[in-house]
């Protein structure tokens, strides 16, 4: 006898494992023509010079306030904290050296393009979603205005030109604060302290965090414009697509983070060998 449900539960299985792959491969796959459709508009026809500078504004220039203000209060605990920790080793001296290479090279990227993320990409899923579903992009095209060109391209290049600026403020806030702690609760010496950043923090890891920043910048533009661009349902879509715009964009910087630091500490054992 032929156990049917067996068979079933088997054919159930093997759609959901090819479920499982085939759609993160597609949705790749959609995001990579989405990205190569944006470039190409940025160049034919060409992206307007006024629309970047008004994106660059609303990406970079109202979120310095927010990059100031998180550099600083992670740069005051970070120096609580590795106070704390090198007051045993009578290290005092170090804690702007670790501050400083921590930010560089990790947080104020990814804490960085969190924020800007929660912020700017957020908006973004929402403007372009309530276009979309209010048939706007579509009169657009009746216009012989590329959506393209006009609604994303400006988003991406803006969002990836101002965040290594963004990182930078972030640094330099967070470098400050720990100095102020460091100095006045744990009495380290001004000289002490700027001598072990330069012995310890190199231009190539703020190099790479800029290199980060880029990417991160890319991430969260590309998915913010995707989702609301696809976006369908009304209202009650508009909030979907700009929910999963953020919390994809979140969870894809996570990944492509590890991969990078990854790459880039086999990269550097390499070089020492």
Not at 135 to 155: C, G, H, K
């Amino acid at each position: 006898m032929t156990n049917k449900r067996g068979v079933t539960n088997k054919a159930n299985s093997f759609g959901g494992l090819s479920g499982a792959i085939i759609e993160p491969v597609t949705f790749g796959g959609s995001i990579m023509m989405f990205i190569g459709n944006t470039l190409l508009r940025t160049v034919r026809p060409r992206m307007s010079f006024s629309l970047f500078i008004k994106q660059c504004e609303f990406v970079g220039n109202q979120s310095i306030l927010v990059m100031i203000l998180a550099g600083m209060m992670i740069g005051a605990v970070f120096g609580l904290q590795f106070g704390e920790i090198f007051r045993i080793f009578g290290a005092e001296g170090m804690i702007g050296a670790a501050a400083g290479y921590a930010l560089s090279k990790e947080l104020a990227p990814v804490i960085g393009s969190f924020l800007v993320t929660a912020r700017s990409g957020s908006s973004m899923a929402a403007e372009i979603a309530t276009m979309r579903v209010n048939e706007q992009i579509d009169a657009m095209r009746v216009m012989a205005v590329n959506p393209y060109n006009y609604l994303v391209a400006p988003r991406i290049w803006a969002s990836v030109v101002m965040m290594p600026l963004l990182t930078i403020i972030f640094i330099a806030s967070g470098v400050f604060c720990s100095f102020i702690i460091g100095v006045v609760i744990y009495n380290v010496d001004l000289a002490v302290f700027f001598d072990k950043i330069q012995w310890i923090v190199k231009p190539r890891h703020i190099w790479e965090g800029w290199k980060k920043a880029m990417i991160f910048g890319l991430i969260f533009s590309s998915l913010g414009c995707y989702k609301g661009f696809f976006a369908r349902g009304g209202a009650k879509g508009v909030g979907r697509a700009t929910t999963e715009a953020v919390v994809l964009s979140l969870v894809t910087i996570l990944i492509v983070d590890f991969f990078i630091s990854y790459l880039t500490h086999i990269m550097a054992q390499d070089s020492f060998l």
